[in-house]
């Protein structure tokens, strides 16, 4: 089997988004206090990882 690893694109942003949440809430069954999920997460973590993926100097994968 062949991986192919490639940048993101904004396409890719509510993938990544998914993926981000469902971590969140795995690491919560651990750490609840630590990781409890604040409110709005999603909203306010979206434009970073869509910074990150438009930006020319940065490497998103």
């Not at 993926?19 to 651990?30: C, Q």
């Not at 604040?38 to 998103?60: D, H, K, M, N, Q």
């Amino acid at each position: 089997m062949k991986l192919i690893i490639r940048d993101s694109a904004p396409a890719d942003l509510p993938a990544v988004m998914d993926i981000l949440e469902a971590k969140r809430a795995l690491l919560a069954t651990f750490e609840p206090r630590f990781w409890k999920q604040a409110p709005a997460s999603r909203e306010t973590t979206g434009p970073f990882f869509a910074s990150l993926i438009e930006s020319a100097s940065t490497s998103f994968s």
